[in-house]
């Protein structure tokens, strides 16, 4: 059974920082090329970062300079570090996990950026 499991999200003011977590289980983690998507009221899902198999990274536009993804095969687990953090960025965090056919989601975690 595949799971991916976010934690990190919460309330943060804008100019903040917040670290998101995904932890895999039930797939061969290191073929999974794993991604970061966001989805706010109203709007699609949007590609926010993914990190391929090899450990090349791609970000959206509105996230360059700000956001980092990393990943360690060791632990089975995604890393997405936000920072200089903007009310635009509000909303649920999923994280992703894709390798030819094989696509997972996760249930999603919720970030605000508020003052």
């Known amino acids: 059974q595949v799971q991916l499991v976010e934690s990190g999200g919460g309330l943060v003011q804008p100019g903040g920082s917040l670290g998101l977590s995904c932890a895999a289980s039930?797939?061969?983690?290191?073929?999974?090329?794993m991604g970061w998507y966001r989805q706010a009221p109203g709007n699609q899902r949007e590609l926010v970062a993914v990190?391929?198999?090899?450990?090349?990274?791609k970000y959206a536009d509105s996230v360059k300079g700000r956001f980092t993804i990393s990943r360690d095969n060791a632990k089975n687990t995604v890393y997405l570090q936000m920072n200089s953090l903007k009310p635009g960025d509000t909303a649920v965090y999923y994280c992703?996990?894709?390798?030819?056919?094989?696509?997972?989601w996760g249930q999603g975690t919720q970030v605000t950026v508020s003052s």
């Open positions: 990190i391929t198999a090899g450990g090349s990274t």
């Open positions: 039930g797939i061969i983690f290191r073929l999974y090329a």
């Open positions: 992703n996990a894709d390798w030819y056919k094989n696509n997972y």
